[in-house]
């Protein structure tokens, strides 16, 4: 796992970004990049290589590269970086119970496993609850 990008490392990844974005409108355009790759040393890309090199580092599809799209290609590590299964866990436990303290109900249990893509029957709920602490509930342990 790549480590965690400190804040003056970020701002120089901004401060680069900004002068590559000339129209200053958020994200660099395929004429920005290619102007930029034009001055640097060697031989300039064609039109054809610009193209290539925004179509594989522009994660959203928008045709342009964004801040975020700007540091994974310059580090090669996405940015920012994908949050554990623990932290998406804690995150949909957390919209269910704020506090991360008490216990939940079966039907806010199923809409937690809903909300992570894996959705269960109702049986599957009363099992999983019962294998838990056999009182039908479950709590949240965060570390």
């Not at 300039?44 to 580092?57: G, H, L, R, T, Y």
């Not at 049986?123 to 019962?130: I, P």
Request: net charge negative.
């Amino acid at each position: 796992m790549a480590r965690a990008l400190s804040k003056e490392e970020i701002q120089v990844f901004r401060d680069l970004f900004d002068s590559y974005d000339s129209d200053k409108g958020g994200s660099i355009s395929v004429e920005e990049f290619a102007k930029v790759m034009s001055q640097s040393p060697g031989k300039p890309p064609s039109d054809a290589e610009v193209q290539q090199i925004i179509k594989e580092v522009d994660l959203d599809g928008d045709g342009t590269i964004n801040f975020n799209e700007f540091i994974t290609m310059m580090t090669g590590h996405p940015y920012p970086p994908p949050e554990s299964e623990d932290e998406q866990y804690a995150a949909a436990w957390k919209k269910l119970d704020p506090s991360l303290n008490s216990s939940i109900t079966p039907s806010q249990l199923r809409q937690l496993l809903a909300d992570l893509g894996e959705p269960a029957s109702d049986s599957e709920v009363e099992h999983l609850l019962n294998n838990v602490d056999g009182e039908g509930k479950i709590s949240c342990a965060s570390s």
